[in-house]
Every structure is written in C-alpha cells, then in structure tokens.
C-alpha cells in the first residue's frame, strides 16, 4: 500500500498482528519510497535492502510465532554515528568513510533483539557537529517542507525520513539539540532523554557529558515505545545510571489537569521569529485550556550564559575524543608523507572537515595551559548553576515549556559562512543537555509553510511527565498529522 510509508509504530504494529500487513510487504514499502525520494531528500548515507528484507523475513516469522512486540518487524533507521556491526559507520566523515564496526552500539543491540528491521543509517553534520546537516563530509539534507530549507541538525537525516516516509522511526544523538532541533524544523517529535537513561556504548564521542541517544517519531506514542526499548541500565556503559525504567505508554493519558507548568522568559530570546513566538504563545494557552496551570514569565537568569558554557565545554570533549583519530588506529590514513608526524598532519587536514576543525581547535585553546582555569574550569562551574537553576524550577513546576528553535528552518547555505548564528539555532536546547535534563521537541504550527516545534523540558529521569503533556497537546491538536507534499 502506498500509505505504508507514513504509518506510525503503533498503527503498523496493528496491521502486522492482525496479519493484514506483513513486515516483507512493509519493508518494501519503505525502501520504494527511499530510492524514489533519495535524489531529492538525501537522508541516507547508507541504505541496506538485502539485510533489511532477510531481518523483515524472520520478523514475519517471530509474529507468526506469537512472539511479536511493538517494535517487531518494524524498519527502523540508525543514525550514522552509532555502531552497527558489519554495515558502514561514517559518521558522515571523511574519517570514517570506509569504517565497518565487529560490533553493535547497546541501543542497536536492544532494537534488534526485539525484531526490528535496520532500513539504513541517516546522513548527519559530520561527527555531530552542526545545526543543519550541511556540515556531511558527503552531501546536504533537504528539509521535506521545503526542499531549499535545511532540516536541522545533527540529526537532519533522522528528522528528514520521518518526515518524508522514508522510515517509521529513527534513531538520532543528541548534544545540544540535536534531536529536538531537527525534530521541531521538521515537524516529527524528538525525545532526548535523561542523561545515562540510554546507553551510550557504540555511540561514536563527540561530547561524552553531554551526548544522549533518543527517538524520532511520527507520534509521541512512538516516542514512548522506543523508549521502552533503549531505556535502561548497561554494564559497558560507565555512565549509564542504574535507575528503574517503566513502560512509558502508561503516562499517556491525555490529562494533564492540575499540572504546573512554567514558561521562562529568557527562551523568547531577542531575535526570535515572531510567528515562533506567537505559535509557541498559542500554544501554551492550549495546555491551560487542558487543565494545565501555567506561570509565565518564570526566570532562569543563568541560561543566558548556557550558550558560551556548551561551546568551551563540547569543544573541549571533542578535542580529546578526536584526538584518536591519528591515521593509525583506524580510519582515514595519509600514507604518501615522510614521516609519522606529516602523516598525522595531512590525516587530519584531509580527514576532518571545516566544523569539525573548528571545534577542536578551540577545544585545544580552552583546554590549554594557562587557559584552562580561565575557560574550561570557569564553564563547570557556571554548569553547575545552570543545573541548580534548573533544579529550584523544578521544586515548583512539573515542567517548563518553551520554543525547540527561535527560528523557521533557515535556506540551505544562509548560515555556512557565520558560524556564531548557526550555533545560536540551537539557544533553546543547550540549556536542557548542560543539566543533563529529558526534554521532547513535538510540532506546534507552522509558519508560511514551514514547521514550528515546541519543547518541554522535565525533571531529571521524569521523562513520563513530559511524555504526558506532549501527548495531551498532540491529541487537541491536528499539527502532528500534516505530511509534507513531496
């Protein structure tokens, strides 16, 4: 069936268990949208047909076993920065371009052991670094909406499948929004979880105190069930906090009467759009209709300085996470030189790209003698205030909304020569991973065509409360159901 491509998990897995669909003819399905949207969307870097319909065959055969679950025989697509044993991992790097894992990352290893069906890895920013997915080492995303607009970033191939029909469900990492940006520029919903609420083992670093895998969807339904999946304690992953996970469809409810929510002032930044903000405003009033109680004009004065804390401390992991990529070890390698040390040099000129050499480079700054008191100890230590700030809110509020981007998606090439306002795309997300913090980007409007997000940000491992509300919002709304005309 042609509408096969744009069924959410949950309706998928209806049709799977009452045997009106099977997961081969879903498979399919799928992939025939892939090559036929691939020459304009560009999601992919790559796309595994043959393993896709081999794990849909023994899908097929788990169901009619009895032995399904929601995530059975569904095709699932892995953002290319998480390992995946045997299929390319690029990390949209010319670094990595030839890279294959013996090994699979912990949330692959979940998804698969449930059934699910791998359709491919999503194009990215090249090792997660970039608001806009323009930063690949191999091609650019274009946003489904409009396809001279960026879908957001890193996780643009993730958001822009969803979007497109080109996948029932992805999965993205996400650093400093990148989930929830892209989420919101491509009107899906994102869930960036909990720090340590998801194994980052197989996940390749860029920032390790800020990285978190979570699920891009067509629902927030959705969003639940692949949570239930990837959640949970991990043994490889010494970050992984040893909390008690829950079925997350549970908190789904549609009531969210009585609940405090909180809208801090300082996210309606200068600059913002204001069709944003009159979306985001709307909104909001939409949820106290819904029984919500809503303060506005809640202070978080601190967030202001969230923007320079995440671009000392993120370079600065990056610099030492990328500093293994030596020539040697693995990856890229500049063989035709004189001597290891021109080798190192002309494998990394030639592996990294501009972003990518950009970031290590002040990552080195702020980490170097004499400067790391100035910069890097100082940013730990605003963090901290960030955090605490966080956690006073949260004494009084069960959760605070406010907008996933302050802008529409931006035109491809607006923003690739003026690094500073491509890095404040991502103002209103920082915030949420520099705490550690769940938080959920959900579609909210649109703007002369193109999408809106809306965020809500939860206390730490409370993603059921944000779950709740993005759901009570989703189902007195309409915004969630729109597919792009493409």
Same mark, same amino acid.
């Given at each position: 069936?042609?509408?096969?491509?744009?069924?959410? $998990?949950?309706?998928?897995?209806? %049709? =799977? @268990?009452? @045997?009106?669909?099977?997961?081969?003819? %879903?498979?399919?399905? $799928? =992939? @025939?949208?892939?090559?036929?949207?691939?020459?304009k969307v560009h999601s992919f870097v790559t796309v595994t047909d043959k393993l896709a319909l081999k794990q849909a065959? @023994?899908?097929?055969? %788990?169901?009619?076993?009895?032995?399904?679950?929601? %995530?059975?025989?569904i095709p699932v697509l892995i953002k290319d920065n998480m390992c995946t044993k045997?299929?390319?991992?690029?990390?949209?790097?010319?670094?990595?371009?030839?890279?294959?894992?013996?090994?699979n990352a912990t949330v692959v290893e979940r998804l698969l052991a449930l059934g699910a069906v791998i359709i491919g890895k999503s194009n990215m920013d090249e090792f997660a670094m970039g608001s806009s997915t323009e930063n690949s080492a191999f091609f650019t995303t274009h946003n489904p909406w409009n396809l001279d607009r960026v879908p957001g970033g890193s996780s643009g191939g993730s958001a822009a499948a969803i979007a497109a029909g080109e996948a029932i469900y992805a999965l993205g990492s996400d650093t400093g929004g990148s989930i929830r940006q892209p989420a919101g520029f491509c009107s899906v919903s994102g869930l960036k979880p909990t720090y340590s609420r998801v194994s980052r083992y197989g996940l390749i670093a860029f920032a390790s105190s800020l990285d978190q895998i979570g699920p891009l969807t067509r629902d927030v339904t959705d969003c639940a069930l692949v949570l239930n999946a990837i959640a949970g304690y991990d043994t490889k992953d010494s970050t992984s906090a040893p909390q008690p996970t829950t079925d997350y469809t549970q908190c789904l409810s549609g009531d969210i009467k009585g609940l405090k929510i909180g809208v801090p002032k300082e996210y309606f930044v200068k600059g913002i759009h204001k069709e944003v903000a009159s979306a985001i405003q709307t909104a909001i009033i939409k949820l106290e209709e819904l029984g919500a109680s809503i303060e506005w004009d809640v202070s978080l004065p601190t967030t202001s300085y969230a923007l320079a804390v995440y671009y000392i401390?993120?370079?600065?992991?990056?610099s030492a996470n990328l500093a293994r990529y030596d020539g040697v070890k693995y990856g890229f390698s500049y063989s035709n030189t004189k001597n290891m040390w021109q080798a190192m040099e002309k494998t990394r000129q030639h592996g990294f790209g501009a972003e990518v050499k950009r970031r290590i480079m002040l990552g080195t700054y702020a980490l170097s003698a004499g400067y790391y008191d100035a910069w890097y100890l100082k940013a730990q230590k605003v963090r901290t205030l960030i955090r605490r700030e966080f956690d006073q809110a949260f004494t009084k509020y069960d959760a605070l909304v406010t907008p996933t981007s302050p802008t529409v998606p931006f035109k491809i090439g607006e923003k690739m020569d003026d690094p500073l306002q491509m890095y404040l795309s991502d103002v209103c997300t920082i915030p949420v991973n520099i705490a550690g913090l769940p938080a959920i980007s959900i579609p909210a409007g649109f703007a002369d065509g193109l999408p809106i997000g809306l965020q809500i940000i939860g206390k730490p491992f409370a993603e059921e409360s944000i779950l709740k509300i993005a759901y009570a919002y989703e189902q007195a709304t309409e915004w969630h159901k729109r597919r792009p005309n493409i």
């Open positions: 069936m042609e509408s096969d491509n744009q069924l959410t $998990i949950h309706e998928a897995h209806k %049709l =799977l @268990k009452t @045997k009106e669909l099977s997961s081969v003819e %879903l498979t399919r399905a $799928i =992939l @025939k949208r892939i090559h036929n949207l691939e020459p065959q @023994k899908a097929d055969e %788990l169901i009619a076993a009895g032995g399904s679950n929601p %995530l059975t025989g045997g299929i390319l991992t690029t990390c949209s790097s010319r670094m990595l371009e030839n890279f294959i894992p013996p090994y401390i993120a370079p600065s992991e990056a």
